[in-house]
């Protein structure tokens, strides 16, 4: 049993509507233990708390000894020390005996030193405090998330192909390229629900346009494709290209759909498509408005999209070029500059892209009131979303694929998120592992890290372990930048291991859709850390790399190179299953304490817990082929096993899910629905 | 016993001086296993093989995995992904049960794939072979090293003061900033050898010149400090300022001691000085000149330099920035670039940095013949270390303090180096811990990171974990940037335990001198890899998180955040040594297997191997007071303990090092030698 509290700030900028529960209370104090003053909020820590939260960050799981700022970024790099990402999840929860929860209803930035100054202290700050505080007490963390999560509203559900394979890369250019990566995909019998295309397939970066060159007979290729069960998913970016004649842009200016400069003109900045307007879609009319030119793509047979670019990223403004360029333009003596100088002039050039000097030039118009952007950055992803899935809501059945980069608390209702530009680091398949439990506990069950990493170049090793983790991740893509080494599977040797991989991901399916929709309906986490599940083993407090996904079962995925063994803690007896393939695994009864297991290539260990089951069904190379009802269960009977499959027809909005008790009395049983 | 063969190329454009001994033979074909054909070196692995070596790189201890270059660079960010940092250090070990190693003994850039296309496949190359290619082999993989250090000749060996705790800044501007350092490490009871002067000492960063305003009395403070203990250490950049009138810019015009430009027009770049001429140091005249220049700061009493940006490090040339500024001039359109005009412009600035075309634009005179830069890259900073420590041994009888950023094998015998501009993240602790076996393999025992990091912000956590680490490598050196949080221990609360932690290394200095000297003498390593030692064990071949140190400890360090707890594999029944303080331990038998063992913050623990003991002294606040013959000696008695210990007078040049053979029957025992 939980319970929510609202503290309102003095000041309130907008209507963020993140939250749509009534589940809490209006207070007019803080409680004692949220010190408030001189601007900051503070909270004492004992050594032992951790503290889990903000969604969306770099570091660990437990967040303690970093400082984060919620302002949603165009991170080209994600370090330790990068204090924002792509999202604003302004969600605290301090793990311990009297657990607490803090979340930040407001749409500026919020920074959050947590440990880091002072060890025992997290200090929060805003430039001025506005919105409200929402402050959640209660016996026990798990009640505190859902206590939250029935406050911040349902999560996005997306269809069942969304939870198939899906590759991408930056660098696919037309039919040929796409139908290449297809062919390459069934001749190696590797399973494939999903291709993206990336900004190359618009003409010249113009949202809601096709290349035609490139894709000249867009509506027959994405129905043969769907014959195969595989989707095309393109990319929409924020920002809209400044050329007369171009539907969008000229009914933007017509209605004054776009953001705003200080003197009334629309707001201009420069990114793909070279100069751009930003829809102003703080403001619901446009936000409609732009949703409803998804009509045209979703005409050609497309059920998917992913919204990109809008936090909004800025590749500069003509305003600051402009600057950046008459400094060089003075400058007289260039041969011999002092080094600070030169900096300077070097650095004007740098801190051209995604500028907060050009956020708090650019206005949006809400109920005729002007507001400034920086003030209300957070907002624009998702209300960019909100619209386009608005808009999917409202005008068909059938429910849309949507995943955003840029986001915030509230926006996990519309859509599923990437975690955004990592690269094919081993780090971002640790900080993806870690990553997880604080996406779920926001909202954020719909989402996944770009497999194999973004950029740089990633081998054969990598790409395995990082698939290894993410079969469990809702989202499954595997997507890279154009320069870096060519990370669809069939490139790496031997791909039949790789086809093993994914395929043992599409057996798993009914577990996974499952949990999914447990977790959904139930507001529960799909990747639980182990510390808050046993609250009472002193061991489990600090393990980062071990997670419990959904209900039944454990794993500890292996993440760095070279290795072939790790430690894993078992807090109660499991049973292990290492699956080499889905009908080719061996399983033994481990006992609860430390480990020490050898991990193959290729290989993925599942922990299953006492008393519960794992569902399989037999794999196909697209989740429409899948049956969902003829299964396999793997189970650590104690003495039975028993498990609440969760099942709808993953197709169309407000689908009725049915639920099936099953009951298992050994190891192995052979179920039909 | 290990056979070390000379495989010359064709080519050769200078006499390298990277070998000293004559311990090889001639041959004129490469070994079967060594494939050279299509200008690549090509070598198969195994999948259980680890490779070794490549001295100062990213990634982990077994290099497999990644590409690496060997090309001196001033890399800003030590990532995953970059392939070279400072040093070029192209020897690889393959250990496995017949081993092999490779040196390619060359001035130019050497790019080695290890197993990163393909897993099982190193792939070597340059863009024109020329040198030497040493190959080793040998039953085991130590005395391949062994074999290999004997060849490229005896590390350098600082004087005593060096293995102090040494704290720097860049920032520290004057005589009271200094001051206020010292003051405060005697305050709160911290033991310190050795401040350092980062640029700002100088007047405008000028070589061997000293800003007077800031420094007043600079031969009167470093007496002052020189009876507290604690050496000044001021660096000296590679770039010569073009300045008329100042010494060593007329001397270097006079006698052409500078980089040519192709027109044989001294080099001109831009470094922290403004422009400056780089001294030719592979013309030995220029090389011995620069290093006579050191006599002025001598003369002050100043005993201990770093030598900095030698790689040499580049901001901009002239000729480049002109570029780049003609292209911004030449602009038109400027308010509607294409994306891809507008990454030009910016590239041309951010290519600035570092170019290997400057690189190409200079060149070097070596006995009347001019070769281009970029071939011979890799000497630079050597040469410039040789030169200045050449001098120091000619002139001085004393053992002067000398580190360098950039380095190649054989540089090893001249000075120590820092392993550069880390930052402060965990990841870099823990590169730090996989770097040095590797380091010590090509001949760099003296060396340390930037404990707590150079750049970004350190938390008191992990300032606190990278100590307990630091506290082993003989360079021992906080350092960080200037715009970063202040890294002074004395700045983080409760100061008392990091007094603690200081006072244990200067404990353990007996030990740590002693093995340094034993590895200097014995051509062994300081950290050596489990795999290496204990070679029929497989669970240590994948360990590179636990370090044997010296002849006698293991460590097993820190290295993640909000982590008390860890596993330790010991290869046998070791005794751990848990140090809250150099007087305060206890200890315990541990047994052969796997342990998840308790870390508190500031516990250092060390396992003593059995038979084998540790060696400490009474702590002080300086080096310079230690007395190194009265001992305690805490020993693993099986049924006794033996040790060695190697002792000089930690001052002077050849120096006789003295052997006491210890022999301890009890856990504790007391030894006056």
Known sequence: ?????????????????????????????????????????????????????????????????????????????????????????????????????????????????VGFTDSNLIRITMEEWNGACFF??????????????????????????????????????NEEDIKNVVDKYEENDIPLDAVYLDIDYMERFKDFTINSEAFPNLKDFIANLK???????????????????YDVYEEGIKNNYFCQDENGNPFIASVWPGLVHFPDFLNSNASKWFGSHYKKLISLGLDGFWNDMNEPAIFYT?????????????????????????????????????????????????????????DVHNLYGYNMVKGTSEYFKENYKERMFLISRSSCIGMHRYSGIWTGDNRSWWSHLELNIKMMPNLNMV???????????????????????WL???????????????????????????????????????????????????????????????????????????IEDE??????????????????????????????????????YDTKKMSKGHHFISVKLFEVLVFILPGKMLLLTEPKNSTSKLNMLDLIAIANVNPTAKYEYFLDDGKYINSEIKKYEIVANEEKTIIKL
């Open 1 to 113: 049993m939980a319970i929510i509290y609202k503290y309102s700030f003095a000041k309130k900028i907008i209507e963020t509507n993140t939250i749509v529960g009534n589940n809490y209370n209006d207070v007019k104090e803080l409680p004692q233990e949220i010190i408030y003053e001189n601007n900051e909020i503070r909270i004492n820590l004992n050594p032992r708390d951790v503290v889990y939260g903000l969604g969306q960050s770099t570091r660990g799981m437990n967040k303690r000894g970093g400082i984060y700022s919620s302002f949603c970024s165009d991170v080209v790099m994600h370090l330790e020390e990068s204090p924002s990402l792509y999202g604003a999840h302004n969600f605290l929860l301090i793990h311990r005996d009297n657990p607490i929860a803090l979340f930040f209803d407001t749409p500026s930035k919020v920074t959050f030193d």
């Open 136 to 173: 959640i007490k209660g016996e026990n963390s798990l009640d505190i998330i859902k206590e939250f999560r029935i406050l911040i509203g349902e999560s996005y559900l997306p269809p069942l192909y969304g939870f198939g394979y899906q590759q991408s890369r930056w660098g696919y250019k």
């Open 227 to 245: 014959q195969k069960g595989i989707h095309l998913i393109p990319i929409i970016d924020a920002g809209v290209k400044i050329e007369s004649g």
């Open 318 to 374: 003509p305003k600051r070029l402009e600057i950046a360029i008459k400094a060089v333009k003075e400058t007289k003596d260039t041969l011999d500059l002092n080094v600070y100088d030169y900096w300077a002039l070097l650095g004007n050039f740098e801190k051209l892209a995604n500028n907060i000097l050009d956020y708090k030039d650019m206005y949006h118009v809400v109920e005729n009131k002007k507001l400034n952007h920086y």
């Open 443 to 465: 909202g954020f069950l719909y989402s996944g890290a770009d497999t194999g990493g973004f950029g740089s170049d990633a081998t054969r090793e990598l790409v395995c372990r």
């Open 468 to 542: 290894e983790f993410s079969l469990f991740t809702p989202l499954f893509r595997n997507h890279s930048s154009i320069g870096t080494r060519n990370q669809e599977l069939y490139n790496f040797s031997n791909p039949k291991e790789f086809s093993n991989l994914i395929k043992l991901r599409y057996a798993l399916m009914p577990y996974l859709y499952s949990e999914y929709l447990k977790a959904l309906k139930n507001n529960t986490l799909l990747f639980t850390p182990l510390a808050l599940k046993y609250q009472n083993d002193e061991c489990c407090l600090e």
């Open 547 to 584: 997670l419990i996904v959904g209900d039944s079962i454990m794993i500890a995925p292996v993440y760095k190179p070279n290795t072939t063994k790790r430690y894993v803690y078992l807090p109660e007896d499991m049973l292990l299953v290492r699956f080499r393939g889905y009908n080719d």
